[in-house]
C-alpha cells in the first residue's frame, strides 16, 4: 500500500515508523527539511520538502497514486484542506486530523465526507475517553472493548498474594479458563505470548480477554479489591484536560490544578462544576493543602510527560489509588510502567489505531495499538474457506507471535481454548506481535 503523510510531527513521525515497519511504502511530506533529514536517516521511506496545501507540489510528489493520504501537521485548517486537495487530486482515502470537537457531530461528518474526507481524528478526544474509561474499572490500569462491548481486554499490573501468580495457565481451572483468558504479559520490558507451561510473576501487567459478567471473578484471581471514586485532582488545563474535566465535573468532585494564572481563570470561567486552582502539580505542599490524601483518582495531563509521571508518583506516595498520566515521549512508557505510574495514555498510539485499520483488509474489524507493548489487539472476521476455519485452533499449527482471545458468534462469545473451533463469520479477537499482524490475516482471509 501507498501511503502519504502530511506532517512531520511526533504523531506523523511515529505513524511513518509504524507503516515502514509493516512493509508499505511510505511517503513523508514537510515543510521543515531538518526534520525531514533526520527521519530519512533511518527509517526506509521517500521524504519530499514542500507544502502539504499546494496542488502542484502535491501532484509533484504523486498524491494521486496514495492508496491512504493522512493529513497530521499542528493546524487543523492545513489538515483539512490537504486531505480535500488530495482526495480532489485522485488520493483514494483521506484522514485529517483535527482538535475541535464539533466537527465530529454525525451532521458535520457528513459534511466533511462531502468534502472528500474520509474519518476525522482527534487525538485529544480520543486520549480524554481512554483516561474516563479507565475510572470506570478500578483495579485495571485499562479496559478496551471489542464487539460492541462484548468482549473486554483488561490490562492489570500482578502482585505476589494474587491467587493466580506462580501458577502454571495449564494448571488454572477449566472454571477460570472459560471466563477469561491470558493473552499477554509485560515483563521487563519485554512482550510475552503466553502459553500453557508460562505462570504469572509478581509485577507482570498482564493482557486479559474476558467479558463483562467475569470481569469481577478476574480481578479478584488478580488481587485487587474494589473502591469507589468520588473525589478525582487533575493537573494540567491542557485541551485533554479541559475535555475529560468537562465529562467528569457532572458526577464527580473535580479538582484541576494549572500553573498559568491567566489560563487558570479562563477555565474557572469555562468549567462549570470544577474548582480550578492556579499552582504547580508537583508542589507537594500545594497537592497536600488542596486535599490530596482524599482523593481516590489523580490525573497529569500537562504537556511536559517529565512533569505527568512526578506528579502521578507524588500521588501513588500520598496513597492516591488510581493514577493516570499523559505520556507522549514513547521512550519513557516502559519507565512509567515499571515504576507503576498506573493508566498511560498516549495520544499517538491512540490515533494510530484508528488510521492502521486503513491499511488492512477489510475482514478487519478493530485495530488497538496497545500501550508500552510491541503487540496489538486486532477483530477479525472469518472469511468462508478461510485456514482458521479448518480446524479446531489446537491442530492449526499458528504463528508463536499470537494468541486467540475470544470468539463472538452472534450474541454469543466464547472464551478461546485448544478445542475451540471457529467458524465463517465469527468474529474474533486476537492479540499480535506487530511484525506478525500480515501472517494473522492470511489466516483470515
Not at 176 to 181: A, D, E, S, T, V
Not at 217 to 240: C, E, P, T
Not at 280 to 296: C, H, S, T
Given at each position: 500500500m501507498r501511503i502519504f503523510i502530511a506532517g512531520a510531527g511526533a504523531v506523523g513521525t511515529h505513524l511513518a515508523k509504524l507503516f515502514v515497519e509493516s512493509d508499505h511504502e511510505v511517503v513523508l511530506m514537510d515543510e521543515d527539511e531538518e526534520k525531514l533529514s533526520a527521519i530519512d536517516s533511518?527509517?526506509?521511506?521517500?521524504?519530499?520538502?514542500?507544502?502539504?496545501?499546494?496542488?502542484?507540489?502535491?501532484?509533484?510528489?504523486?498524491?494521486?497514486?496514495?492508496?491512504?493520504?493522512?493529513?497530521?501537521?499542528?493546524?487543523?485548517?492545513?489538515?483539512?484542506?490537504?486531505?480535500?486537495?488530495?482526495?480532489?487530486?485522485?488520493?483514494?482515502?483521506?484522514?485529517?486530523?483535527?482538535?475541535?470537537?464539533?466537527?465530529?457531530?454525525?451532521?458535520?461528518?457528513?459534511?466533511?465526507?462531502?468534502?472528500?474526507?474520509?474519518?476525522?481524528?482527534?487525538?485529544?478526544?480520543?486520549?480524554?475517553?481512554?483516561?474516563?474509561?479507565?475510572?470506570?474499572?478500578?483495579?485495571?490500569?485499562?479496559?478496551?472493548?471489542?464487539?460492541?462491548?462484548?468482549v473486554l481486554l483488561a490490562v492489570i499490573k500482578v502482585r505476589d498474594g494474587a491467587p493466580i501468580v506462580g501458577i502454571p495457565f495449564a494448571q488454572l481451572s477449566q472454571e477460570?479458563?472459560?471466563?477469561?483468558?491470558i493473552v499477554a504479559i509485560y515483563r521487563g520490558?519485554?512482550?510475552?505470548?503466553?502459553?500453557?507451561?508460562?505462570?504469572?510473576?509478581?509485577?507482570?501487567?498482564?493482557?486479559?480477554?474476558?467479558?463483562?459478567?467475569?470481569?469481577?471473578?478476574?480481578?479478584?484471581?488478580?488481587?485487587?479489591?474494589?473502591?469507589?471514586?468520588?473525589?478525582?485532582?487533575?493537573?494540567?488545563?491542557?485541551?485533554?484536560?479541559?475535555?475529560?474535566?468537562?465529562?467528569?465535573?457532572?458526577?464527580?468532585?473535580?479538582?484541576?490544578?494549572?500553573?498559568?494564572?491567566?489560563?487558570?481563570?479562563?477555565?474557572?470561567?469555562?468549567?462549570?462544576?470544577?474548582?480550578?486552582?492556579?499552582?504547580?502539580?508537583?508542589?507537594?505542599?500545594?497537592?497536600?493543602?488542596?486535599?490530596?490524601?482524599?482523593?481516590?483518582?489523580?490525573?497529569?495531563?500537562?504537556?511536559?510527560?517529565?512533569?505527568?509521571?512526578?506528579?502521578?508518583?507524588?500521588?501513588?506516595?500520598?496513597?492516591?489509588?488510581?493514577?493516570?498520566?499523559?505520556?507522549?515521549?514513547?521512550?519513557?512508557?516502559p519507565l512509567a510502567e515499571e515504576i507503576g505510574i498506573g493508566t498511560l495514555i498516549n495520544k499517538k498510539l491512540i490515533a494510530a489505531s484508528y488510521i492502521y485499520r486503513y491499511t488492512l483488509h477489510a475482514h478487519v474489524a478493530y485495530v488497538k495499538c496497545l500501550t508500552s507493548t510491541k503487540a496489538e489487539m486486532l477483530e477479525l472476521v472469518a472469511q468462508p474457506g478461510s485456514r482458521i476455519t479448518k480446524a479446531p485452533i489446537m491442530d492449526l499449527s499458528l504463528p508463536k507471535e499470537m494468541n486467540v482471545g475470544a470468539v463472538v458468534r452472534g450474541e454469543e462469545v466464547f472464551i478461546a481454548s485448544g478445542q475451540t473451533h471457529v467458524q465463517p463469520y465469527d468474529k474474533v479477537v486476537i492479540f499480535v506481535m506487530q511484525e506478525s499482524i500480515h501472517k494473522v490475516e492470511k489466516l483470515f482471509a
Open positions: 533511518h527509517l526506509d521511506l521517500l521524504t519530499v520538502k514542500g507544502c502539504m496545501t499546494s496542488i502542484e507540489e502535491l501532484r509533484h510528489a504523486d498524491v494521486q497514486r496514495s492508496d491512504l493520504f493522512i493529513a497530521v501537521p499542528p493546524y487543523p485548517d492545513m489538515s483539512i484542506l490537504a486531505a480535500i486537495l488530495a482526495k480532489k487530486l485522485g488520493a483514494n482515502t483521506t484522514i485529517a486530523r483535527v482538535n475541535n470537537s464539533e466537527y465530529l457531530t454525525p451532521e458535520n461528518i457528513e459534511y466533511f465526507h462531502q468534502l472528500g474526507i474520509d474519518e476525522l481524528i482527534y487525538p485529544e478526544q480520543l486520549g480524554a475517553h481512554e483516561a474516563i474509561e479507565s475510572l470506570k474499572r478500578v483495579g485495571v490500569r485499562q479496559l478496551f472493548e471489542s464487539s460492541d462491548g462484548k477460570k479458563r472459560k471466563r477469561y483468558n520490558y519485554e512482550t510475552i505470548i503466553p502459553h500453557g507451561a508460562d505462570q504469572l510473576l509478581h509485577g507482570d501487567i498482564v493482557y486479559f480477554v474476558t467479558t463483562e459478567d467475569s470481569l469481577e471473578l478476574l480481578l479478584q484471581d488478580a488481587g485487587k479489591g474494589h473502591y469507589d471514586i468520588q473525589n478525582i485532582m487533575i493537573v494540567g488545563g491542557s485541551r485533554i484536560g479541559q475535555l475529560i474535566a468537562k465529562q467528569l465535573e457532572e458526577y464527580y468532585n473535580v479538582k484541576m490544578i494549572e500553573l498559568r494564572r491567566e489560563k487558570s481563570t479562563r477555565l474557572a470561567n469555562k468549567l462549570e462544576n470544577t474548582l480550578v486552582i492556579n499552582g504547580d502539580g508537583r508542589n507537594m505542599e500545594l497537592l497536600k493543602d488542596e486535599g490530596i490524601r482524599k482523593m481516590q483518582a489523580f490525573i497529569a495531563v500537562t504537556d511536559s510527560p517529565e512533569v505527568n509521571i512526578l506528579a502521578c508518583q507524588l500521588a501513588k506516595k500520598m496513597g492516591v489509588p488510581k493514577t493516570v498520566a499523559e505520556v507522549e515521549n514513547l521512550d519513557y512508557i
